[in-house]
């Protein structure tokens, strides 16, 4: 039985990851004050945590998200 692949990481996860949130938000699928996991985001996108945190903290400097800073499971 082949090997079954991981989640996509580096910068094509953080291009993915980046693309599919901000379409989630702006389309309304994402609603303001949404708790966002980094961890459920990665399973759901099929790429890595890091890649996921990437994408937010671009997403923050755009003003799209806001990070829980006192939320000890990721959650922006």
Known sequence: MPKQAGPISGEQ??????TRLRQAI????????????????????????????????????EGLVERITADPGCAW
């Open 13 to 18: 996860a953080r291009q993915l990851a980046l």
């Open 26 to 61: 702006l389309r309304g699928e994402m609603v303001p004050a949404q708790r966002l996991v980094e961890n459920d985001l990665a399973e759901q996108f099929g790429v890595t945590r890091a890649g996921v945190r990437a994408a937010l903290i671009e997403l923050e400097a």
